[in-house]
């Protein structure tokens, strides 16, 4: 076994397995543990630049392929941007890696990792037209909650963290060992100081693993049954409808009543929220924001709402607005007209008077919703792969969404519910529910929907509030503030689900200051590179 892994090419494939064994929805999280082993060991042979740059690539293609394959059910050039792309960018913190211990020494090298991994991470999460963090490595505990109930502190930069000090003291105490049997000194007392350093790096590297685990427990809530009698109930619904058929040749009236249809099984006098799944109001032309109370299809809509006045509904909708001039760079000209039109990938709080508050998407998608400026020239190549050129025009102020139950609303529309810190920011505005609206039936039953369920169990422990989850199709659910789920339903099955959910107000501490360790790791980062060139400048 030594001497296959003496072989370089499979140093990174071992890497990326053991990454996608660790990943949602498989689960063998310990794996991450160890992942990055090999690609540690494979930056201390000695390879020419060109050939690691090779070799580690391989493995964190590996990773990100087994791992993300199906997004390309739902854009064969999205897939492209976040497989290979996403692959290349991640070799930037590696190289920076193998640079500065080359120059500074292997405890100044083991830092620069950690650092320059986790402030790659904290730079993909920032809005720069190819945001991916899918794969932050924290999100891998997203189905071992019980392992980090301290992210209402640190986020998951907390858990990448983690996860990066646990390879690093695994590889280190190991090499040392290894050193420590081949080493063939005649005087027994020589090797006392070696073995004492030995035993306190297992040491540490033992207190490494298990204090987080303590810590967790230590946090978690007991988050007791809510009282169904004194506390509103929500309502949320999966109406299971093809996305693809959706868009191209179903029937709005039709999806709208059985959505309708699917809302009374499940209302009752204490209901006070309803929500559905994003761009449940979807039509190919879109719905003017300004005029819904008086839009002929949405007549069903108004009326089903008059006859439950006490209730509110969040939805997600496909909408426009229109002006005179153009207003910001995402407006579009309407053809023999002097008006101009923002398009949304939006939603809508409403009831029987109309329309309350809107929200419109502001975290995008890369290559489907919207591309970097540098790379509009392949607009049209995008569209023909169900992309869009100009984009979908985003709100630049995230506002929670006030109901009159006194629940205020986090709103996450899909791709938005991954980014910790963003959405973290309604909580420091008095927001007290996180309500997510996705349409994961773009996938397919694949293990994209699977993972972007998981992720939202992070938000619940990051905000210590309740999630209600709605999809058009697996998995709508509730998640309380530890990070439990509650009544998910299957994959493409139309159901409603009513649950008693009390709004949670305060904050945590990830909530009010953000994302300190990664912020903390940019700096370090610059400090780091200083470093190794003024090192290299010096000798």
Not at 499 to 517: E, K, M, V
């Amino acid at each position: 076994m030594l001497s296959l892994l003496r072989r370089p090419l499979l140093l990174p494939l071992l890497s990326g397995l053991l990454c996608w064994l660790a990943w949602p929805p498989l689960g063998f999280t310990a794996a991450l543990f160890v992942a990055f082993i090999p690609l540690l060991a494979l930056s201390n042979r000695p390879l020419s630049n060109y050939h690691y740059l090779l070799y580690l690539y391989l493995g964190l293609f590996t990773w990100n392929l087994a791992t993300t394959w199906w997004i390309w059910n739902a854009s064969l050039l999205g897939a492209w941007l976040a497989i290979f792309v996403n692959s290349l960018l991640m070799t930037l913190p590696w190289m920076g890696y193998r640079w500065v211990q080359r120059r500074a020494g292997v405890q100044a090298g083991a830092a620069a990792l950690v650092v320059f991994w986790m402030s790659f991470e904290y730079l993909h999460q920032l809005d720069w037209g190819l945001s991916w963090p899918w794969l932050t490595l924290g999100n891998a505990f997203a189905v071992r909650t019980a392992w980090v109930q301290w992210y209402e502190y640190t986020g998951t930069s907390g858990g990448t963290l983690w996860v990066l000090a646990v390879n690093l003291l695994l590889y280190h105490s190991s090499l040392r060992a290894f050193r420590n049997l081949q080493s063939q000194t005649p005087n027994p007392k020589s090797e006392i100081p070696n073995l004492k350093s030995s035993i306190l790096l297992r040491f540490i590297t033992l207190l490494v693993i298990a204090l987080p685990l303590v810590i967790s427990r230590w946090l978690q809530p007991s988050v007791p049954p809510p009282d169904a009698a004194a506390t509103p109930n929500v309502v949320v619904v999966q109406p299971n409808i093809d996305p693809y058929e959706k868009v191209s040749t179903g029937s709005f009236e039709a999806q709208l009543q059985e959505l309708i249809r699917l809302s009374e099984e499940k209302i009752d006098s204490n209901t006070t929220l309803l929500v559905w799944p994003e761009t449940a109001l979807y039509s190919p032309n879109g719905f003017d924001e300004t005029l819904l109370r008086e839009n002929f299809f949405l007549t069903p809509l108004f009326a089903f709402l008059q006859r439950h006045p006490r209730l509110q509904l969040f939805t997600g909708i496909e909408s426009y607005r229109l002006f005179n001039e153009k207003v910001s760079p995402y407006a579009r000209p309407i053809s023999d007209s002097r008006q101009w039109y923002e398009a949304y990938n939006g939603s809508v709080l409403l009831d029987s008077g109309g329309a309350r508050q809107f929200y419109h998407k502001s975290m995008l998608v890369p290559g489907v919703e919207t591309l970097p400026r540098f790379l509009l020239f392949l607009g049209p190549v995008f569209e023909k792969f169900g992309g869009t050129t100009g984009g979908y025009a985003r709100q630049a102020e995230r506002n929670p969404v006030d109901t009159r139950s006194g629940y205020r609303l986090a709103p996450a529309i899909c791709y938005e519910s991954i980014y910790g810190e963003y959405m973290s920011r309604y909580r420091a505005q008095g927001a007290n529910l996180v309500a997510i609206i996705t349409n994961d039936g773009w996938w397919g039953n694949t293990p994209g929907y699977r993972q972007h369920l998981a992720y939202a169990r992070l938000r619940a422990i990051e905000n210590r509030c309740w999630v209600v989850r709605s999809a058009n199709t697996g998995v709508s659910c509730f998640i309380d503030p530890a990070g439990t789920v509650y009544q998910a339903q299957d994959w493409w099955t139309a159901a409603s689900v009513k649950q008693p959910i009390p709004a949670t107000n305060g904050s945590t501490f990830y909530a009010r200051y953000g994302d300190l360790l990664s912020k903390a790791a940019l700096v370090l980062s610059v400090l780091l590179l200083g470093v190794g060139w003024w090192v290299r400048k010096k000798y």
